[in-house]
Protein backbone atom coordinates (compact mmCIF):
# COMPACT_ATOMS: atom_id res chain seq x y z
CA UNK A 1 0.00 0.00 0.00
CA UNK A 2 1.39 3.59 -0.79
CA UNK A 3 0.46 6.70 0.83
CA UNK A 4 -2.58 7.26 2.08
CA UNK A 5 -4.72 10.29 1.22
CA UNK A 6 -6.45 11.97 3.73
CA UNK A 7 -8.44 15.48 2.73
CA UNK A 8 -8.26 18.34 5.51
CA UNK A 9 -11.62 19.63 4.62
CA UNK A 10 -10.40 23.20 6.89
CA UNK A 11 -10.96 25.36 4.00
CA UNK A 12 -14.54 23.67 2.93
CA UNK A 13 -15.28 24.65 6.16
CA UNK A 14 -13.79 28.40 6.14
CA UNK A 15 -15.94 29.00 3.22
CA UNK A 16 -19.18 27.70 4.64
CA UNK A 17 -18.53 30.15 7.70
CA UNK A 18 -18.33 33.72 5.22
CA UNK A 19 -22.32 32.98 5.29
CA UNK A 20 -24.86 31.58 7.95
CA UNK A 21 -26.61 29.25 5.48
CA UNK A 22 -24.43 26.17 6.21
CA UNK A 23 -23.20 25.94 2.64
CA UNK A 24 -20.82 24.26 1.66
CA UNK A 25 -21.45 21.49 3.82
CA UNK A 26 -18.73 19.75 5.51
CA UNK A 27 -19.68 16.47 6.02
CA UNK A 28 -21.25 16.64 2.66
CA UNK A 29 -17.62 17.05 0.85
CA UNK A 30 -16.30 14.43 3.26
CA UNK A 31 -18.90 11.74 1.85
CA UNK A 32 -17.80 12.97 -1.80
CA UNK A 33 -14.33 12.54 -0.63
CA UNK A 34 -14.53 9.20 0.42
CA UNK A 35 -16.99 8.34 -2.79
CA UNK A 36 -14.18 8.91 -4.57
CA UNK A 37 -11.89 6.95 -2.66
CA UNK A 38 -10.25 8.89 -0.02
CA UNK A 39 -8.75 6.98 2.46
CA UNK A 40 -9.01 9.66 5.52
CA UNK A 41 -10.44 13.26 6.89
CA UNK A 42 -8.59 15.28 8.23
CA UNK A 43 -9.62 18.41 10.42
CA UNK A 44 -7.79 21.35 12.43
CA UNK A 45 -10.30 22.90 14.91
CA UNK A 46 -8.38 25.70 16.22
CA UNK A 47 -9.51 27.80 19.27
CA UNK A 48 -11.15 30.70 17.40
CA UNK A 49 -13.49 27.99 15.28
CA UNK A 50 -12.38 30.29 12.36
CA UNK A 51 -12.98 27.31 10.44
CA UNK A 52 -13.76 23.83 11.63
CA UNK A 53 -16.09 24.18 14.89
CA UNK A 54 -16.42 21.97 17.69
CA UNK A 55 -19.68 21.12 15.82
CA UNK A 56 -17.78 19.82 12.91
CA UNK A 57 -15.95 17.31 14.54
CA UNK A 58 -18.78 15.64 15.72
CA UNK A 59 -20.68 15.73 12.78
CA UNK A 60 -17.49 14.41 10.83
CA UNK A 61 -17.11 11.70 13.66
CA UNK A 62 -20.69 10.46 12.99
CA UNK A 63 -20.97 10.94 9.58
CA UNK A 64 -17.49 8.42 9.83
CA UNK A 65 -19.76 5.40 11.27
CA UNK A 66 -20.89 4.87 7.95
CA UNK A 67 -17.40 4.49 6.75
CA UNK A 68 -15.15 2.60 9.19
CA UNK A 69 -12.54 1.89 7.28
CA UNK A 70 -12.20 5.81 6.57
CA UNK A 71 -9.10 7.48 9.05
CA UNK A 72 -10.54 10.23 10.74
CA UNK A 73 -7.29 12.34 11.78
CA UNK A 74 -7.81 15.25 14.27
CA UNK A 75 -5.00 17.95 14.30
CA UNK A 76 -4.27 20.76 17.32
CA UNK A 77 -2.14 21.92 19.81
CA UNK A 78 -2.90 19.93 22.85
CA UNK A 79 -4.45 22.87 24.71
CA UNK A 80 -7.09 21.43 27.28
CA UNK A 81 -10.17 21.78 25.00
CA UNK A 82 -8.84 20.38 22.38
CA UNK A 83 -8.11 17.63 24.27
CA UNK A 84 -11.33 16.73 25.68
CA UNK A 85 -12.86 17.36 22.64
CA UNK A 86 -10.24 14.59 21.03
CA UNK A 87 -10.67 12.06 23.85
CA UNK A 88 -14.94 12.40 23.36
CA UNK A 89 -14.46 11.82 19.56
CA UNK A 90 -11.82 9.02 19.42
CA UNK A 91 -10.57 9.54 16.22
CA UNK A 92 -7.97 7.43 14.15
CA UNK A 93 -5.38 9.84 14.45
CA UNK A 94 -4.58 12.75 16.78
CA UNK A 95 -1.43 14.65 15.25
CA UNK A 96 0.09 17.12 17.75
CA UNK A 97 0.80 20.22 16.42
CA UNK A 98 2.90 22.97 18.01
CA UNK A 99 0.92 26.57 16.73
CA UNK A 100 -0.09 29.10 18.65
CA UNK A 101 -4.02 30.09 18.90
CA UNK A 102 -3.41 32.98 16.64
CA UNK A 103 -0.94 31.25 14.17
CA UNK A 104 -1.86 31.94 10.06
CA UNK A 105 -1.24 28.10 9.56
CA UNK A 106 0.90 25.70 11.61
CA UNK A 107 4.74 26.77 10.47
CA UNK A 108 6.85 24.74 12.74
CA UNK A 109 7.47 21.68 13.54
CA UNK A 110 7.60 20.47 17.64
CA UNK A 111 10.94 21.03 19.59
CA UNK A 112 10.84 17.76 21.61
CA UNK A 113 14.46 19.44 23.83
CA UNK A 114 12.03 21.71 25.31
CA UNK A 115 8.35 19.90 25.10
CA UNK A 116 8.88 16.31 25.10
CA UNK A 117 8.60 16.25 29.03
CA UNK A 118 5.08 17.76 28.76
CA UNK A 119 4.13 15.74 25.48
CA UNK A 120 5.00 12.67 27.46
CA UNK A 121 1.71 12.05 29.18
CA UNK A 122 -0.64 13.50 26.99
CA UNK A 123 0.61 11.02 24.14
CA UNK A 124 -0.02 8.59 27.25
CA UNK A 125 -3.60 9.42 27.65
CA UNK A 126 -4.01 9.40 23.56
CA UNK A 127 -2.88 6.07 23.36
CA UNK A 128 -4.57 4.91 26.46
CA UNK A 129 -8.15 5.78 24.80
CA UNK A 130 -6.63 3.64 21.56
CA UNK A 131 -5.75 6.97 19.72
CA UNK A 132 -2.88 6.89 17.10
CA UNK A 133 -0.86 10.03 18.04
CA UNK A 134 1.68 11.55 15.46
CA UNK A 135 3.84 14.56 15.89
CA UNK A 136 4.28 17.66 13.64
CA UNK A 137 8.06 17.40 12.83
CA UNK A 138 10.88 19.42 11.28
CA UNK A 139 13.61 17.07 9.35
CA UNK A 140 16.33 17.13 12.37
CA UNK A 141 16.86 13.89 13.04
CA UNK A 142 17.72 14.25 16.37
CA UNK A 143 14.17 15.53 17.25
CA UNK A 144 12.82 12.94 15.04
CA UNK A 145 14.40 10.39 17.27
CA UNK A 146 13.21 12.04 20.63
CA UNK A 147 9.38 11.76 19.11
CA UNK A 148 9.83 7.90 19.53
CA UNK A 149 11.13 8.71 23.31
CA UNK A 150 8.09 10.31 24.26
CA UNK A 151 6.20 7.67 23.48
CA UNK A 152 4.81 9.02 19.29
CA UNK A 153 3.49 6.27 16.74
CA UNK A 154 4.31 8.22 14.23
CA UNK A 155 5.47 11.72 13.08
CA UNK A 156 4.31 14.11 10.67
CA UNK A 157 6.58 15.62 8.54
CA UNK A 158 5.94 19.35 8.02
CA UNK A 159 6.98 19.76 4.14
CA UNK A 160 6.57 23.49 3.49
CA UNK A 161 10.12 23.74 3.07
CA UNK A 162 9.94 21.16 0.36
CA UNK A 163 7.01 22.31 -1.26
CA UNK A 164 8.37 26.34 -1.11
CA UNK A 165 11.82 24.93 -3.04
CA UNK A 166 9.77 22.80 -5.27
CA UNK A 167 8.15 26.24 -6.07
CA UNK A 168 11.31 28.09 -6.90
CA UNK A 169 13.02 25.35 -8.62
CA UNK A 170 15.93 25.92 -6.18
CA UNK A 171 17.84 22.81 -4.12
CA UNK A 172 14.55 20.99 -4.70
CA UNK A 173 17.10 17.95 -4.52
CA UNK A 174 18.66 18.52 -1.68
CA UNK A 175 15.43 19.53 0.34
CA UNK A 176 14.09 16.31 -0.65
CA UNK A 177 16.98 14.68 0.72
CA UNK A 178 16.80 16.12 3.92
CA UNK A 179 13.19 14.52 4.10
CA UNK A 180 13.88 11.08 2.79
CA UNK A 181 16.91 11.01 5.89
CA UNK A 182 14.59 12.01 8.28
CA UNK A 183 12.25 9.19 6.95
CA UNK A 184 14.91 6.88 7.49
CA UNK A 185 15.92 8.43 10.65
CA UNK A 186 11.85 7.69 11.84
CA UNK A 187 11.58 4.61 10.15
CA UNK A 188 14.70 3.17 11.85
CA UNK A 189 13.38 3.90 15.53
CA UNK A 190 9.74 2.64 14.19
CA UNK A 191 7.85 5.50 13.92
CA UNK A 192 5.56 5.84 10.86
CA UNK A 193 5.63 8.62 8.88
CA UNK A 194 2.75 11.17 7.63
CA UNK A 195 3.68 14.15 5.57
CA UNK A 196 1.55 17.84 5.18
CA UNK A 197 1.44 21.17 4.40
CA UNK A 198 1.68 22.87 1.41
CA UNK A 199 1.61 19.17 -1.08
CA UNK A 200 -0.38 19.93 -3.97
CA UNK A 201 -0.42 17.86 -7.52
CA UNK A 202 2.66 19.32 -8.71
CA UNK A 203 4.89 18.58 -6.33
CA UNK A 204 3.09 15.02 -4.54
CA UNK A 205 4.46 12.78 -6.98
CA UNK A 206 8.36 13.19 -6.16
CA UNK A 207 7.71 13.43 -2.82
CA UNK A 208 6.21 9.89 -2.53
CA UNK A 209 9.15 8.78 -3.97
CA UNK A 210 10.85 8.74 -0.36
CA UNK A 211 9.90 5.08 0.58
CA UNK A 212 6.86 4.02 2.83
CA UNK A 213 5.44 7.76 3.41
CA UNK A 214 2.34 6.49 5.30
CA UNK A 215 -0.41 9.58 4.63
CA UNK A 216 -0.24 12.69 3.43
CA UNK A 217 -2.76 15.46 4.26
CA UNK A 218 -3.39 17.32 1.64
CA UNK A 219 -6.41 20.79 2.14
CA UNK A 220 -5.45 24.24 0.79
CA UNK A 221 -4.33 22.71 -2.80
CA UNK A 222 -6.97 20.03 -2.70
CA UNK A 223 -9.74 22.24 -1.85
CA UNK A 224 -8.27 24.95 -4.55
CA UNK A 225 -8.40 22.42 -7.51
CA UNK A 226 -11.70 21.11 -6.74
CA UNK A 227 -12.77 24.99 -7.61
CA UNK A 228 -11.63 24.16 -11.61
CA UNK A 229 -12.30 20.12 -11.52
CA UNK A 230 -14.90 19.33 -8.64
CA UNK A 231 -13.97 17.93 -5.43
CA UNK A 232 -14.15 13.95 -6.61
CA UNK A 233 -12.24 14.69 -9.79
CA UNK A 234 -9.55 16.18 -7.68
CA UNK A 235 -9.55 13.42 -5.13
CA UNK A 236 -8.83 10.57 -7.87
CA UNK A 237 -6.62 12.89 -9.54
CA UNK A 238 -4.73 13.22 -6.15
CA UNK A 239 -4.66 9.07 -6.03
CA UNK A 240 -3.44 8.77 -9.32
CA UNK A 241 -0.33 10.45 -8.49
CA UNK A 242 0.13 8.30 -5.22
CA UNK A 243 -0.74 4.97 -7.45
CA UNK A 244 2.19 5.76 -9.71
CA UNK A 245 4.51 6.93 -6.51
CA UNK A 246 3.55 3.71 -5.48
CA UNK A 247 4.40 2.05 -8.98
CA UNK A 248 7.24 3.65 -9.61
CA UNK A 249 8.64 3.11 -5.58
CA UNK A 250 7.75 -0.80 -6.07
CA UNK A 251 9.88 -0.89 -9.71
CA UNK A 252 12.67 0.52 -7.79
CA UNK A 253 12.72 -2.05 -5.00
CA UNK A 254 12.33 -4.89 -7.58
CA UNK A 255 15.03 -3.21 -9.72
CA UNK A 256 17.51 -2.99 -6.64
CA UNK A 257 16.41 -6.77 -5.11
CA UNK A 258 17.34 -8.47 -8.96
N1 LIG B 1 -0.70 19.19 8.44
C1 LIG B 1 -0.91 20.11 9.39
C2 LIG B 1 -0.40 19.85 10.77
C3 LIG B 1 -1.60 21.29 9.11
O1 LIG B 1 -1.81 22.21 10.07
C4 LIG B 1 -2.10 21.49 7.81
C5 LIG B 1 -2.90 22.72 7.50
O2 LIG B 1 -4.02 22.74 8.31
C6 LIG B 1 -1.87 20.49 6.85
C7 LIG B 1 -1.15 19.35 7.19
C8 LIG B 1 -2.37 20.59 5.45
O3 LIG B 1 -1.72 21.64 4.81
P1 LIG B 1 -2.28 22.22 3.46
O4 LIG B 1 -3.60 22.85 3.75
O5 LIG B 1 -1.23 23.20 3.03
O6 LIG B 1 -2.42 21.07 2.49
Redesign the pocket.
Known amino acids: MGAKLSV?L??VALLRNARTIGIPSVVRAAEVCIEAGAHGI?V?PRPDERHIRRQDVFDLAEALKAAPEVEFNI??NPFPEFMELVLKVKPTQC?L?P?SPEAF??DHGWDLKAEGERLKPIINQLKQEGIRTSL?METDPEQIGLARTVGADRV?L???PY?ASFARGVRVEETLEAFRHAAEKAQSVWLGV???????LQNLGLFCSIPNIMEV???????SDALEMGLANTVRAYLKVLDEAEMEETGASRALAS
Open positions: NNKTHEGTVDTSFEYTEANAGHDLNSIGHALI
